[in-house]
């Protein structure tokens, strides 16, 4: 029995991990950081949230299938993950958008989006998308205790977020120090088409 619950830890481990360095858990909070001029601390903090919603929609959902079984799991492949794909294209063709109407070349201090509204639909695009593969985990894991469902969700949790915030964190570094001086008035549209392309990614491998 030991060895089979450190086998349920050692899992949602590695499954969120892995999970947490597919490129739109982290790499478009570097991006929108550089393009709405975001500090390093503001963009941890809002992948932070996003984090967070992403993995306590992860441990409801893993909750209901403890519950229910594993059936209600085609619904985040035919639904919900489709859908955040889309939040992020839709996303990153705004951005295209704006920076094509913007009207001056370098109005570095007007911000086209509001906070607000980026939060919310990176918030969106992550809880939409909750883990997958880590599902039957807390569906073997309702054998034992509530309390060993709450171990792995605070797993869970911990692995994602802390590996999204590192990632992002290094992303960001590497996006601020590229010199886009020569192409300074097409960021957005830059920025907007790399979304974009993650998104179409993500609809098709997940």
Same mark, same amino acid.
């Given at each position: 029995?030991?060895?089979? #619950?450190? +086998?349920? #830890?050692?899992?949602?481990? $590695? !499954?969120?991990?892995? *999970?947490?360095?597919?490129?739109?858990?982290?790499?478009?909070?570097? /991006?929108?950081?550089?393009?709405? %001029?975001? +500090?390093?601390? %503001?963009? =941890?903090?809002?992948?932070?949230?996003?984090?967070?919603?992403?993995?306590?929609?992860?441990? =409801?959902?893993?909750?209901? $299938?403890?519950?229910?079984? /594993?059936?209600?799991? %085609?619904?985040?492949?035919? $639904?919900?993950?489709?859908?955040?794909? +889309? =939040?992020?294209?839709?996303?990153? #063709?705004?951005?295209?958008?704006?920076?094509?109407?913007?009207?001056? %070349? *370098?109005?570095?201090?007007h911000s086209n989006f509001s906070d607000k509204t980026i939060v919310i639909s990176l918030f969106m695009m992550l809880s939409c998308s909750p883990c997958v593969a880590v599902l039957p985990i807390f569906l073997a894991a309702s054998r034992y205790s509530w309390g060993m469902?709450?171990?792995?969700?605070?797993? /869970?949790?911990?692995?994602?977020?802390?590996?999204?915030?590192?990632?992002?964190?290094?992303?960001?570094?590497?996006?601020?120090? #590229?010199?886009?001086?020569? $192409?300074? *008035?097409?960021?957005?549209? !830059?920025?907007?088409?790399?979304? +974009?392309?993650?998104?179409?990614?993500? /609809?098709?491998? *997940?």
């Amino acid at each position: 029995m030991q060895q089979t #619950i450190i +086998s349920l #830890i050692g899992a949602t481990f $590695i !499954i969120a991990l892995t *999970h947490a360095v597919m490129p739109n858990h982290w790499m478009p909070f570097a /991006l929108i950081g550089k393009g709405q %001029k975001w +500090s390093l601390t %503001k963009t =941890i903090c809002i992948t932070a949230i996003a984090g967070l919603g992403h993995s306590i929609a992860t441990c =409801i959902l893993g909750t209901i $299938i403890a519950l229910l079984g /594993l059936h209600i799991a %085609k619904y985040t492949e035919t $639904i919900a993950e489709p859908l955040a794909a +889309s =939040i992020l294209i839709i996303l990153g #063709i705004a951005f295209i958008i704006i920076g094509r109407l913007r009207p001056c %070349k *370098h109005n570095h201090n007007h911000s086209n989006f509001s906070d607000k509204t980026i939060v919310i639909s990176l918030f969106m695009m992550l809880s939409c998308s909750p883990c997958v593969a880590v599902l039957p985990i807390f569906l073997a894991a309702s054998r034992y205790s509530w309390g060993m469902l709450a171990l792995l969700s605070i797993i /869970l949790s911990a692995t994602t977020v802390s590996s999204m915030l590192v990632l992002t964190a290094l992303a960001y570094s590497g996006v601020r120090k #590229i010199n886009l001086c020569r $192409i300074e *008035h097409y960021e957005r549209e !830059i920025i907007g088409g790399i979304l +974009s392309v993650i998104g179409v990614i993500f /609809l098709f491998v *997940h």
